[in-house]
Structure formats: C-alpha cells, structure tokens
C-alpha cells in the first residue's frame, strides 16, 4: 500500500538509521535519504553483548541498550544524543529479592525493549533471560518488576528452567503495546507461550490454542510452547502474525485460535524459522527468513540457499526473494530481532546475519544488497527514521 501525497513528503524528509546490535558491540548505520549509502558509527561498547538496541520513536533521540558485560554483569545503558554519550541506567532489571532459605532467580541478560504507549512518554518495557517482565517510568533510568507473571507459580511453572536448551537461555520477548490502548499488551515467552493482556499487566492469559508443539508433548500445556517471533501489523492491530518452533501463524482478532498459514511454504523449505516482519501499511503482506528444521536443527540456511519468503495475501501463498542474495553455500541464519523493515515507500527491509553480514533491500525484498560485512554475530536490527 503506497502512501498518499503528504505521508511522502513528510517520509522525503527523513532518512533511515539502522541499530544493529551484536555478540561484541553495537554499531549505527545512517542512509543517505535515497537508502543508497551508509554512514557507519561505531562501535559502541566494543566487546560487550549487546541484545537489543533501540531508539525511542516519541523523541527522536534517546537509545537504549541492552547490554551484558564482563564486569558489570547485565545492564541497560541509555543516549540522549543518538549515541554520543552513554550513561547507565541507575536501577537496571532485577528479579525482586527472596527471604532466606526461598529459591531465588537473577537476570543473566535483558533480551528484548519496547517503547511504551504514544501517551506515555517515558515508559519502556523489557524481557529478559530467564523470562521477566520489567517496565521503567523514567526512560529507562529505573526499572522493576512488572505484572504479576515473574512471580506467579503457574508462570513460574510455564517457564521451566535454565537447563530447557534454548540457546543463551530461556527469554521473554515479543512485548507488543496496542497502538489503540496502552493498557492491551501482548508478551511471548520460549518456552511457555503467547500471552495477553488487557488490563494494563495485573493479569494475563495464554493465546496458544491452534499452536503446534514438538510431537509427544501436551499442546494444552503452554510450557510445551515456544514462540519465536510475535509482531502485530500496524495499520490493523488486531491482526498478529507468528513464527513458531512449529511453523507460521496469524490470528485475526477477537479469535483466540491461531491459523497455521506456512503450510503452503514450499515443502523443500519448510515454515520453520525466527524473524518476522509485517508491512507498516498492508496487514497482508509479511516477510519471512526460513532456515533449516532438519532433526538436528543446524540453524543455517535451508541448503546454504538463504531467502527471504514474503506472502502478500496473509499466508495464502509465498514468495521467494533471493536477488543479490548468496547462490550457495552460505551457512548462516537469522535471528528473532534481526530483520526489520522501515516505513518508508516502497518499505526497505533489513536482516543481519550470523556470520555477520548486514543486508538492505529498497524495493520490499526483490532485490537486495549487503551493505557491511566482517561484523561481530548480529542479534538485533532495527530501523529507525530520522530528521535529514
């Protein structure tokens, strides 16, 4: 869907930058306004894993980090200046102290950040490893506990432990805020399923009915559930689109059953997988990074063959997008944060990889371009617009 004649002007005025967090830093990448060339920052906190890297859209300006580093452990750091200078957040995520004698749990890692409500100007969530659920009212300055989950014993229980095999740890992730009501938020946990809801986080409940789950095991059980991406399309919120330990989904809300829509992937390729990404103005189309769901889960892509597969009639059928993309013999993959697109017409589309190559397509995905190489192992990529 294109945008009208004012949405383009305004879009004109703007240029892209793209947040790219990795296994040893973090780096900016500024595109001129035709997202023909980039401008590198970086690196910022060389070294350090960062997990997640994003810009507060409300402002324009604050960045935060989610950042673990050999002496100080797991923190958040937080720019006002678009990365310029860093300063630590003075109370960073931390499970709530237990009495003596009580099993206790510590944050190894923060995951995943979001941005709270238009209205709210300086709330932001954030998931962690082991999964947690935190929200700061400062912008990201301090930080506590949020919801009821991270210490509910039947959340607990959904959660399972440390030692489940998820690599770098269990984590809660997908924080989605409804862009029509700050108090409606939808979280995802792997493992222990999607959840919502709808009183501002005192509660949630489980959305995994019509979720497949690794075969002998209890598809009513959501511990059994591991949820890869959740993304919700911006110009239809109710609409949610899901990659699965178990394929692709979408639930079109106020259903609570989620429709299995990779099965009409090609069978060779399969619907398994981590990014997700919905287009800004077309809750139909979506793009995919499928990788290879053999038995032994090698996490590369299917063949050494890497695509993008994007659906543009809500998961009836799909698309493969290779142009400038690796023929063969390219083992790599991507992860759950590591493709997003931008908002811009037609929409760019940007994924990092595992080997550390950054890709931008200008046209939706039918042609694309690797536009830095040689990086650290990429887990997140965000775009953000700028003020030229």
């Known amino acids: 869907m294109a945008l009208d004649t004012e949405q383009a002007a305004q879009t004109a005025a703007r240029r892209v930058v793209l947040l790219v967090a990795t296994r040893k830093g973090a780096w900016l990448y500024h595109g001129d ?44 750091f937080r720019s006002t200046d678009l990365g310029r200078h860093w300063q630590e ?15 206790g749990r510590a944050v190894d890692h923060t995951f995943w950040l979001t941005p709270g409500h238009p209205d709210e100007a300086d709330v932001w969530y954030a998931g962690t490893s082991p999964q947690g659920l935190f929200r700061s009212d400062d912008g990201g300055i301090n930080w506590a506990p949020f919801s009821c989950l991270n210490d509910d014993m039947l959340y607990r229980k959904w959660m399972g432990t440390v030692q489940d095999g998820t690599p770098d740890g269990p984590k809660l992730h997908s924080i989605i805020v409804d862009p029509r009501d700050a108090a409606h938020l939808y979280m995802a946990m792997s493992s222990g399923g999607v959840h919502e809801s709808t009183d501002g986080g005192k509660s949630f409940h489980p959305l995994i009915d019509g979720l497949e789950v690794v075969e002998g095991f209890d598809r009513g059980d959501a511990t059994f559930h591991d949820p890869h991406c959740v993304r919700l399309a911006p110009n239809r919120p109710d609409r949610l689109y899901q990659q699965n330990h178990c394929g692709i989904y979408r639930l079109d809300r106020p259903a609570t059953t989620w429709q299995r829509i990779g099965r009409s992937m090609p069978a060779e390729v399969g619907d398994i997988g981590f990014p997700l990404v919905v287009h800004p103005r077309d809750a139909d189309t979506a793009w995919v990074f499928p990788m290879d769901g053999s038995t032994v889960w090698p996490r590369t892509s299917p063949g050494g063959k ?6 543009h009639d809500a998961g009836e059928s799909w698309q493969r997008l290779d142009t400038g993309l690796p023929a063969g013999d390219a083992w790599w993959t991507v992860k759950r944060q590591a493709m997003t697109a931008d908002a811009r017409d037609p929409v760019g589309l940007y994924f990092g990889t595992t080997s550390g190559e950054l890709w931008a397509s200008r046209d939706e995905g039918r042609t694309w371009d690797c536009i830095a190489r040689h990086l650290p192992e990429i887990y997140a990529v965000e775009a953000a617009e700028l003020a030229v």
Not at 51 to 75: C, F, I, M, Q, V
Not at 89 to 103: D, H, K, L, S, T
């Open 89 to 103: 957040a003075e109370r960073p995520p931390a499970f709530a102290a237990v009495g003596a004698g009580a099993e």
């Open 306 to 311: 890497p695509a993008v597969y994007a659906t």
């Open 33 to 76: 306004p035709a997202r023909s060339a980039w401008r590198t920052d970086g690196p910022h906190f060389l070294g350090h894993i960062i997990s997640h890297l994003r810009l507060d859209p409300r402002d324009g300006r604050t960045l935060l980090a989610a950042a673990k580093t050999g002496h100080l452990g797991p923190t958040i």
